[in-house]
């Protein structure tokens, strides 16, 4: 079945460091690809998506590519900030389905 | 605002009561899912219903029941048959079921704890 492998948390970084989150996915077909985030206590938020290969998502300067080639989708910001801790999530759904499946998720915490 | 509303943000409940959950939203979309999400994990699917009066078995649909009696609501009862309901609920819902391309967009969550 489809398959979602995030790289496990926590992951603590200092302000301003570069931040990769390492997601691969294993799916038939052409999925789509998702990144969301959740703050402490709330639901999750779409962060950026992208819908075929070579698609680059992107938003509040964080970034990620959908490669094939390598079935990954790995999340990455250049400078993060004490407001970027979180947990992340990578998920893919299938071109005709309902499901979204997700990883295990990235716990972040920025320290500044 | 448009949006996803989930009731209550936070509930107890004794074992073996059922009990429900409420999610509504008004950005008329047809599809509603719900989600479940236990510490550490990822969200795994309940159920889902592409339109009125119809819904689909996720992929723990055991000890849940749905309804879907109108566009913006879509309540899930977790029943005495759920053996671990203690969880957090997310409710979603996006513009159609049936485009792997929608976006679905997710309510703040109801977190669950059965004492």
């Known amino acids: 079945g489809d398959s979602v492998t995030q790289m496990e948390g926590p992951v603590t970084l200092s302000e301003e460091a570069f931040l990769t989150i390492n997601c691969t996915y294993t799916a038939t077909g052409y999925p789509s690809l998702f990144w969301y985030v959740q703050y402490p206590g709330e639901g999750l938020q779409l962060l950026l998506k992208?819908?075929?290969?070579?698609d680059k998502g992107s938003n509040k300067g964080f970034e990620a590519t959908y490669r094939k080639e390598t079935t990954s989708f790995h999340l990455e910001k250049g400078s993060v900030q004490v407001s970027d801790s979180a947990v992340y999530f990578c998920a893919l759904r299938k071109a005709a389905g309902n499901k979204l499946t997700f990883g295990g998720g990235t716990r972040v915490l920025v320290k500044p | 605002d448009g949006g996803i509303t989930q009731s209550p943000k936070y509930l107890f409940r004794k074992e073996g009561q059922n009990v429900t959950l409420s999610c509504e939203q008004n950005l008329n979309h047809d599809a509603m899912y719900w989600y479940r999400q236990d510490p550490g994990q990822g969200l795994r699917l309940i159920y889902y219903s592409q339109i009125v009066n119809d819904f689909q078995k996720g992929d723990i649909a055991e000890g849940y029941s749905v309804s879907r009696e109108k566009k913006e609501s879509f309540p899930l009862t977790v029943t005495s048959a759920q053996k671990n309901p203690t969880a957090f609920y997310l409710c979603?819902?996006?513009?159609?079921?049936?485009?792997?391309?929608?976006?679905?967009?997710f309510g703040p969550g109801t977190r669950l704890t059965v004492l």
């Open positions: 979603a819902s996006s513009q159609t079921g049936t485009s792997g391309t929608d976006t679905q967009y």
């Open positions: 992208a819908t075929k290969a070579d």
